[in-house]
């Protein structure tokens, strides 16, 4: 697929089927997150895969919601801000590298017939319960992954002139 009908096709599924995803299509979209670009190409975050069946309880604690657990996997990733590069004003780029690689997962999974949605509004504490996180590593973000049983709908979204300045 192009690339600019790439990110006009990917959209917030809410709604999947329960066919299983082939590893070797799994495969691809983790590939998707190893080629991201992070700060100082640092790599510094971790990917947890999660077969769905196996942890709906739990991991509705994390995002209740019942499409959430809906697809056969959910991807989290965490960041780890000891390991990563530091602006000089002090801001550490943990959560800016770890939302570039999902957003290469996401946008590799839209590639290969999958659906995603990003979910931001977790709780963090059931999340580190439930991963067993060290205080090393901080939760960015989720996606269910899986085969969309829904249709996108008609995205709303503010003109560029909004959104864009332009200084010569």
Known sequence: M????????????RSYKPNEVPSTIMD?????ARLAPTAANRQSFKIFVIKTASFKEELKKIYPREWFVQAPYII??????ERNWIRRDGKNYADVDSAIVMDHMILSATDLGLGTCWIGAFDPDAARNFLNL???LEPIAF????YPADE????NRKPIAELVCYIT
């Open 2 to 13: 192009e690339f600019q009908e790439l990110i006009k096709q990917r959209y917030s599924v």
């Open 28 to 32: 691809q979209v983790l590939e998707a």
């Open 76 to 81: 989290g990733i965490c960041g780890i801000p």
């Open 134 to 136: 060290s205080q090393d």
């Open 143 to 146: 996606t269910p992954i899986g």
């Open 152 to 155: 996108s709908g008609i995205k």
